[in-house]
């Protein structure tokens, strides 16, 4: 099984949690629920496993989707292994969280087999060189989720980002880092960042937008309800009905 694909016929609000996965959310159509998991690397059995352990499941008129944690990967070559249930440590210097190198120097290192990551890989000044072997993602789903239109919509993530076209209904969307971005919101809405920006092209039901050091664009059109929007140290651009949207931040710039 390459791709799973589940329909929900009735549905009307989807729920989504994952921890470093995408998560697309499609509201402009009429039809059921369709909920399609699929790995972002071909082939990748770490992420075939957990799409077959995925729960997708409707509960009332809520289709709920929790994607399993990815439990780590390994790094095969060069006498280097990385082990971890998502925070990764790994010796010769090298240390490495969620899969993103945080410190270390490393002169020369080669791998005879494949290097799988779930994050980023910084060689630092001056670059670097893979020689005998390969790199590639590790244990990635994207999930896929086609709604009708107005279909209230809660997605939560940690560094996954959440990406929504069309028109929800009520939105209570969480991440850490991942960006957030979302089209029309016709319904109230909570959406929350600590790091990751979070943009709403049109919040017309009123709610709250909070981040940290994200950036937070926000816009109200005329017949909206009033927003609050609060960062820490993020920049805040408003548009629209600037009146309905009450900004402050502590540190970052409001406009």
């Known amino acids: 099984m390459s791709t799973r694909t589940e329909t929900f016929p009735g549905a009307s609000a989807v729920d989504v949690t994952t921890t470093a996965d995408p998560i697309s959310v499609d509201t402009t159509g009429s039809g059921p629920v369709v909920v399609t ?7 990748d059995t770490t992420a075939l496993d957990r799409i077959q352990r995925a729960e997708v499941r409707a509960s009332g008129g809520t289709v709920i989707v929790d994607v399993p944690a990815n439990t780590g990967g390994s790094v095969s070559g ?29 002169v020369s290192q080669t791998f005879s087999g494949s290097f799988r990551s779930g994050g980023d890989m910084n060689f630092g000044r001056g670059g670097g060189t893979f020689i005998g072997g390969s790199a590639g993602g590790g244990g990635g789903v994207r999930v ?46 909570a959406l929350e960042s600590t790091s990751g920006k ?6 017309a039901g009123g709610g709250d937008v909070e ?13 909206g309800s009033p927003v609050a929007v609060e960062t ?8 629209g009905a600037t009146h309905l949207i009450a900004a402050s931040s502590v540190s970052g710039r409001i406009r």
Do not use: C, F, K, Y
């Not at 996954?160 to 209570?172: P, V």
């Not at 979070?198 to 919040?203: D, E, I, W």
């Not at 981040?211 to 017949?223: E, I, L, Q």
């Open 144 to 189: 896929m989720i086609s709604a009708p239109s107005g279909a209230n919509v809660s997605a939560r993530t940690t560094s996954g980002s959440i990406t929504h076209r069309g028109a929800a209904g009520t939105a209570r969307v969480e991440s850490v880092s991942g960006a957030i971005r979302m089209d029309t919101i016709t319904g109230r809405a």
């Open 232 to 239: 820490v140290s993020g920049s805040i651009t408003r548009s």
């Open 198 to 203: 979070v943009s709403v092209g049109s919040l």
């Open 37 to 43: 998991l699929v790995p972002e690397t071909p082939g």
């Open 211 to 223: 981040t940290v050091s994200g950036a937070a664009m926000v816009h109200v059109p005329a017949d």
């Open 78 to 106: 060069g006498g280097v292994v990385v082990t971890g249930n998502g925070n990764i440590i790994s010796g010769n210097g090298i240390v490495a969280i969620q899969g993103n190198v945080v410190s270390g120097n490393v």
